[in-house]
């Protein structure tokens, strides 16, 4: 069975194995009481048969052999033990006693049976002064094992008791501990719970631990970085919103004016201008939904094998027409494959708009060439246009969204190149933007190169 309880998993680490060596220690504590019951039982024996071999003397020549009362008597424990003795001659005589007990080896302690009850068994030697043949006697003393096992069953429930407690008092223990050590994870929680959602502001946890403090650093940086995504898309939509506004009271304007228009060349005219400025709002809409999927975390990444070179031939092929139009040579040059692995349509994408602001922004009859190389690991795509270029301390900033040159004659949204370094960065590459041989832009995008 699963245990959720992380204060129950804790407990459970360290009351069981303690409760598995209580258990061994339990196991051992009962040899030991064993063996301490065997030890006094034998002591008592040595005691009793030594009593008894001390009062056997000589008496009108013959040999007596006289039971002192404390002989027995030491075994009187409550347990209501049986005693049995019997003391023979060197020759075997029996001079007083059970005459059937059975005898142990000399000075050894032995287990046995008599009259249907297990005994402890001592035979102990003893010479007796003027005996002649009949020294040295033989004692042998035995006695019933229930004071023995008595005090097995007492010394090990004591031992069980005092590990029972131990155990007990241990689980209490560990249960403050956990309460007091676990107290800083639930007022992380309850901070996590109570912080409002639009402040997702950092957290912080007085007397967290050095094992927890790892925990809440990630959770600030998490929240620093979920603040910083909401921060960004409120920019987005409100940015896309004033991008959105011009065009669409455009469009109104020009749809308005060829309503209102009755020569068929004027409405024309109108008509031409409206459609090209749905072109514009399309393209303007498309490169949004672009950027937004480029955004990190917006759709589930993807790990495609995409050859540059193919996808850079496809995309000229699509922008033929415009540079044909403004009589623009575009070209390609390239050595082959050059294959990286990422999102196929956003790389797809980000050549689009390379090639999209190259061809605008060129002079009409000038050129637009896309390289294509892979040098050290890496997949170069380079795009130089002739047209008026970037100034250096605008180049930073043209990569930032809806950012535009100030007097620019191009129309634009000011997305293009921001849709190539955010899909660059995505593929784990980069964008560096510098002067084209010509005097135009030239735009260098690295990015891993494919394994074999």
Same mark, same amino acid.
């Given at each position: 069975?699963?245990?959720?309880?992380?204060?129950? %998993?804790? &407990?459970?680490?360290?009351?069981?194995?303690?409760?598995?060596?209580?258990?061994?220690?339990?196991?051992?504590? +009962?040899?030991? @009481?064993?063996?301490?019951?065997? &030890?006094?039982?034998?002591?008592?024996?040595?005691?009793?048969? /030594?009593?008894?071999?001390?009062?056997?003397?000589?008496?009108?020549?013959?040999?007596?052999?006289?039971?002192?009362?404390?002989?027995?008597?030491?075994?009187d424990t409550g347990d209501r033990d049986s005693v049995y003795y019997r003391v023979e001659t060197a020759g075997g005589r029996l001079l007083t006693g059970y005459p059937d007990l059975p005898k142990a080896p000399q000075h050894e302690n032995i287990g046995a049976s008599y009259r249907g $009850?297990?005994?402890?068994?001592?035979? &102990?030697?003893?010479?007796?002064?003027? =005996?002649?043949?009949?020294?040295?006697?033989?004692? !042998?003393?035995?006695?019933?094992?229930?004071?023995?096992?008595?005090?097995?069953?007492?010394?090990?429930?004591? @031992?069980?008791?005092? %590990?029972?407690?131990?155990?007990?008092?241990?689980?209490?223990?560990?249960?403050?501990?956990?309460?007091?050590?676990?107290?800083?994870?639930?007022? &992380?929680?309850?901070?996590?719970?109570?912080?409002?959602?639009?402040?997702?502001?950092?957290?912080?946890?007085?007397?967290? +631990?050095?094992?927890?403090?790892?925990?809440?650093?990630?959770?600030?940086?998490? /929240?620093?970085?979920?603040?910083? %995504?909401?921060?960004?898309?409120?920019?987005?939509?409100?940015?896309? @919103?004033?991008?959105? *506004?011009?065009?669409?009271?455009?469009?109104?304007?020009?749809?308005?004016?060829?309503?209102?228009?009755?020569?068929?060349?004027?409405?024309?005219?109108?008509?031409?201008?409206?459609?090209?400025?749905?072109? /514009?709002?399309? /393209?303007?809409?498309?490169?949004?939904?672009?950027?937004?999927?480029?955004?990190?975390?917006?759709?589930?990444?993807?790990?495609?094998?995409?050859?540059?070179?193919? @996808?850079?031939?496809?995309?000229?092929?699509?922008?033929?027409?415009?540079?044909?139009?403004?009589?623009?040579?575009?070209?390609?040059?390239?050595?082959?494959?050059?294959?990286?692995?990422?999102?196929?349509?956003?790389?797809?994408?980000?050549?689009?708009?390379?090639?999209?602001?190259?061809?605008?922004?060129?002079?009409?009859?000038?050129?637009?060439?896309? !390289?294509?190389?892979?040098?050290?690991?890496?997949?170069?795509?380079?795009?130089?246009?002739?047209?008026?270029?970037?100034?250096?301390?605008?180049?930073? $900033?043209?990569?930032? *969204?809806?950012?535009?040159?100030?007097?620019?004659?191009?129309?634009?949204?000011?997305?293009?190149?921001?849709?190539?370094?955010?899909?660059?960065?995505?593929?784990?590459?980069?964008?560096?933007?510098?002067?084209? =041989?010509?005097?135009?832009?030239?735009?260098?995008?690295?990015?891993?190169?494919?394994?074999?």
């Open positions: 069975m699963r245990i959720n309880s992380l204060r129950l %998993q804790l &407990l459970a680490w360290v009351v069981l194995p303690l409760a598995g060596l209580a258990t061994i220690n339990l196991w051992t504590s +009962q040899r030991n @009481a064993l063996a301490t019951a065997d &030890l006094v039982t034998d002591r008592m024996l040595v005691g009793s048969a /030594r009593a008894i071999a001390e009062r056997v003397a000589m008496a009108d020549g013959a040999l007596d052999a006289t039971i002192p009362p404390a002989a027995i008597e030491m075994f $009850h297990p005994l402890r068994l001592l035979t &102990l030697g003893h010479p007796v002064i003027g =005996a002649g043949e009949d020294s040295p006697i033989s004692v !042998t003393v035995g006695v019933t094992l229930a004071g023995h096992d008595a005090m097995v069953k007492r010394l090990w429930l004591s @031992a069980f008791a005092q %590990q029972l407690a131990l155990v007990a008092i241990a689980g209490v223990f560990v249960l403050l501990g956990l309460h007091r050590g676990l107290a800083p994870l639930i007022r &992380l929680r309850d901070a996590v719970r109570s912080a409002d959602r639009n402040e997702l502001g950092a957290i912080e946890v007085s007397g967290a +631990q050095s094992e927890i403090r790892p925990l809440i650093d990630a959770l600030n940086a998490y /929240r620093e970085r979920v603040r910083a %995504q909401m921060a960004a898309q409120r920019r987005f939509i409100a940015n896309a @919103a004033h991008q959105l *506004r011009t065009p669409l009271a455009l469009l109104s304007t020009q749809a308005s004016y060829a309503l209102r228009e009755n020569a068929a060349d004027q409405r024309r005219e109108a008509l031409v201008a409206l459609q090209a400025s749905s072109g /514009r709002l399309a /393209r303007l809409a498309e490169q949004l939904l672009t950027l937004s999927r480029a955004e990190p975390g917006s759709r589930r990444p993807r790990a495609d094998r995409i050859d540059l070179t193919e @996808a850079a031939l496809h995309v000229l092929e699509t922008q033929m027409p415009a540079a044909i139009n403004r009589k623009i040579d575009l070209g390609l040059d390239e050595d082959g494959p050059v294959p990286v692995i990422g999102d196929g349509t956003m790389l797809r994408e980000m050549i689009v708009n390379l090639v999209d602001n190259a061809v605008r922004y060129s002079r009409a009859g000038g050129s637009v060439t896309v !390289t294509l190389s892979a040098i050290d690991g890496e997949a170069i795509l380079t795009v130089i246009d002739d047209g008026p270029g970037i100034p250096s301390d605008e180049r930073e $900033h043209v990569l930032e *969204r809806f950012y535009r040159i100030a007097g620019s004659a191009e129309e634009g949204s000011g997305l293009g190149l921001a849709i190539v370094r955010e899909v660059a960065e995505t593929a784990g590459g980069r964008v560096t933007l510098g002067d084209g =041989a010509a005097g135009g832009l030239a735009v260098e995008v690295r990015l891993p190169l494919a394994l074999p």
